[in-house]
C-alpha cells in the first residue's frame, strides 16, 4: 500500500473521534436547556459554565482534527 | 487559487539580527503592538471623563473591568485579588488579539501555536510557582485527592500528574487550533464565492453567517483561556 493511501485512510479514522464529540456537546447545551426550563432564574449563572463546557469539548474536536491534520500533511 | 494558509506567513518588516539570531520585527510583531495600542486608547481614553454616571466608551470599559474583576472573585476568591491585573493583561491581549485578526487583510497573532504555547506556558509556570511558594512540599499533596483508598495511589498519582502537564498543551491548543481553523474556513470559503463568478452569492451567504460564528469563537477563546487560568489559580492557593 503506498504511503499517500495509507495518509488517507489514517486521517479518514482519526476523524471518527469526532462523534464523540458531537455527542458531548449535546450533552452539555441539553442538560443547560433543562436546567433553565426547570428553573428560569438559574440562567445567568449557569450560563458561563455552559459555554466553559462547550469550549472544553470543542477543543477535544480540534485535537482529533489536528491529528489527522498531522497524519495528512505531515 | 491561492492557498488559504498563505494568510498565516510570517514576514519580516524591519530586519534585525542579533548574534546570529534572527529578531527581526515581523507583521506578527506589528500586530502585537497595534494590540496594545488598541487596548491602552480603549481603556486610557474611555476612563479620560471619569463621570459618575458613565458615558458609552467609559460603560464599556467599566464592564470588562466589572466581568474579569466578577471572574476572578467568584473562581479564586479574595486571596485572587492579588492576580487580577495579570489575568486582565491575558484576557484583554487575547480577545484584542482575537477579534482584531477578524478585520480583512490583518494578521491573527494567536494563530500561531509559539505565541499560545508562550502565554499557556507563563501561565502553568506562573500557577506552579505560586502553589510551592505557598505550600512549599505539601504541593505534591495535589496529586493524591482527598478519600481515595491508598491501594488506588499507585494508579492515580501518575495519572494526576500526568493531567496536570497536559495542561499547557490543551490551554495553546485549544486557542491556537480555534483560531488557526476559524481562519482558515473562512479563507476556503472566500475562496469559492471569488472562484464561482456570478453563482458567488451563494458561498457569500453561508460567509457571513460564518464570519458571525468565528467572532463568538473569537470571544468565547478568550473567556475560556482567562476562566481556566483562574480555576488553576484556585487550585494552586486552595489545593483542591
Not at chain 2, 520585527?25 to 502585537?32: A, E, G, H, I, Y
Not at chain 2, 498519582?157 to 473562512?186: K, Q
Request: proline letters at 4%.
Amino acid at each position: 500500500m503506498s504511503v499517500e493511501a495509507a495518509k488517507l485512510i489514517g486521517a479518514g479514522l482519526a476523524v471518527i473521534g469526532l462523534a464523540g464529540v458531537g455527542v458531548g456537546i449535546g450533552n452539555v447545551f441539553s442538560a443547560f436547556i433543562t436546567a433553565v426550563a426547570r428553573n428560569p432564574a438559574a440562567q445567568a449563572t449557569v450560563f458561563p459554565f455552559t459555554m466553559l463546557g462547550f469550549a472544553l469539548v470543542e477543543a477535544i474536536a480540534l485535537f482529533a482534527l489536528l491529528i489527522a491534520f498531522l497524519i495528512l500533511f505531515g | 487559487m491561492a492557498s488559504p494558509l498563505k494568510q498565516f506567513e510570517i514576514k519580516s518588516i524591519v530586519p534585525i539580527e542579533v548574534g546570529g539570531i534572527d529578531v527581526s520585527f515581523t507583521n506578527s510583531s506589528l500586530f502585537m503592538v497595534i494590540v496594545i495600542t488598541a487596548i491602552t486608547l480603549f481603556l486610557v481614553l474611555g476612563m479620560r471623563k471619569g463621570a459618575l454616571v458613565p458615558g458609552r466608551w467609559q460603560s464599556m470599559a467599566e464592564l470588562s473591568y466589572e466581568f474579569i474583576a466578577g471572574l476572578v472573585r467568584d473562581n479564586i476568591g479574595q486571596e485572587g485579588r492579588a492576580y487580577f491585573p495579570f489575568v486582565f493583561s491575558l484576557f484583554m491581549f487575547i480577545l484584542f488579539c482575537n477579534t482584531i485578526g477578524l478585520v480583512p487583510y490583518s494578521f491573527t497573532v494567536t494563530s500561531h501555536i509559539i505565541v499560545t504555547f508562550a502565554l499557556a506556558v507563563l501561565v502553568f509556570l506562573g500557577v506552579t510557582v505560586v502553589a510551592i511558594v505557598k505550600h512549599k512540599m505539601k504541593f505534591f499533596s495535589y496529586f493524591l485527592p482527598k478519600g481515595t483508598p491508598l491501594y488506588m495511589a499507585p494508579l492515580l498519582i501518575p495519572i494526576e500528574i500526568l493531567s496536570y502537564l497536559a495542561r499547557p498543551v490543551t490551554l495553546s491548543l485549544r486557542l491556537f487550533a480555534n483560531m488557526m481553523a476559524g481562519h482558515t474556513m473562512l479563507k476556503v470559503f472566500a475562496g469559492f464565492v471569488v472562484a464561482l463568478g456570478y453563482f458567488g452569492f451563494a458561498p457569500m451567504v453561508v460567509l457571513i453567517p460564518l464570519y458571525l460564528l468565528e467572532l463568538i469563537v473569537a470571544l468565547l477563546q478568550a473567556f475560556v483561556f482567562t476562566i481556566l487560568t483562574c480555576l488553576y489559580l484556585h487550585d494552586a492557593i486552595h489545593l483542591h
